[in-house]
């Protein structure tokens, strides 16, 4: 399991990261993407900065060593960053603030300080539990009213005729291979398309909406890429083969009910809901243990902070 297996975790990042990163390359320059080049950059220099900053407050805080330093390698400085390199590309290629940098910048800046800041017991050490990309978006739409999500078509803006398959089918074959090999969330992944479907269904059924309407997102890259490449992140989901089914269904479900209550960018308010549901679960399940025995600490002062 990659959350137990520090090589596997390393493996899935690095993977990760060069595909999100060849995607905003062919985005820029090939497949349309409306945000300027300005936008990847600035996201880029905030999460790392931030995450070099964050770093080493928490080791001086907790009189540990930074895991990097001036005497670190390249390759170790770059591992070290894949993990903000993912969540700033993500945010950057998701929002869209027309010209403006400063909601993408705010967007990572909560993004990678919500890995800091928003921690549970779990596992012997402390780890994050909100999504870092999807909550800084999240935040960003609810602060900045005007801020919108990028349009869907502007992933395939400028493909035609056998481009159209080609790249959503090149995604979901990546996503597959590095969901499967790597991170372990394929039920995840079923349970949450299994939901859709049904929250589709039933509001078909019971509320007169259309069917095809309802089922119409699955069929867009945004769509794709939030299934493959957000939902599924290794770090602030459950590993269990049943949780996992059972989170994709809360989060379809969630997205069926504001729906019906008519609220904008679903599929990222639902997935943050889900994510503070569950933080907030193993937060009590931690203070529950501490109850039955007073020796175990809701903090781990002495445990490397993981990313």
């Known amino acids: 399991m990659v959350q137990n297996n520090p090589d596997m975790r390393l493996a899935a990042l690095r993977r990760f990261a060069a595909a999100i990163t060849i995607l905003n390359i062919l985005g820029h320059t ?16 905030t999460a790392y900065s931030l995450e070099i900053g964050l770093e080493l407050i928490d080791a ?8 990097i330093s001036i005497r670190s390698g390249p390759r170790a400085v770059i591992d070290f960053l894949l993990s903000a390199h993912i969540t700033a590309l993500a945010v950057s290629m998701l929002l869209y603030p027309n010209a403006r940098l400063l909601p993408i910048i705010f967007a990572t800046a909560v993004a990678i300080g919500s890995k ?5 017991q ?3 050490s402390t780890r994050h539990f909100f ?3 999807n909550f800084g978006i999240t935040m960003t739409l609810l602060l900045f009213p005007w801020v919108s999500i990028a349009p869907p078509y502007h992933f395939t803006e400028n493909l035609s005729g056998a481009g159209d ?19 372990g969330k394929f039920p995840l992944i079923l349970g949450w398309l299994g939901g859709f479907g049904a929250q589709a269904l039933l509001r078909s059924l ?19 890429l939030f299934t493959f490449y957000m939902i599924t992140d290794p770090g602030t989901t459950p590993m269990e083969l049943r949780a996992q089914v059972f989170f994709g269904l809360s989060v379809a479900a969630l997205y069926g009910l504001l729906m019906v209550v008519h609220v904008v960018f679903g599929l990222f308010f639902t997935l943050t809901i889900v994510c503070a549901v569950r933080g907030a679960g193993l937060y009590l399940r931690a203070l529950a243990a501490q109850r039955q025995d007073p020796t175990v600490s809701m ?9």
């Open 206 to 224: 019971f509320l007169g909406a259309s069917l095809p309407a309802a089922l119409l997102p699955m069929t867009g890259l945004a769509f794709v």
């Open 60 to 67: 001086w805080a907790h009189r540990r060593a930074p895991r």
């Open 30 to 45: 090939i497949l349309g993407f409306e945000q300027s080049w300005a936008h990847p950059l600035v996201a880029l220099m």
């Open 122 to 124: 779990a596992g012997g």
């Open 165 to 183: 398959w080609i790249l959503p089918g090149l995604i979901v074959a990546s996503g597959s291979f590095l969901n499967g090999r790597f991170t």
């Open 299 to 307: 903090q781990s002062p002495v445990t490397v902070r993981k990313v």
């Open 116 to 120: 800091a800041i928003f921690r549970v």
């Open 131 to 133: 999504n870092p990309s």
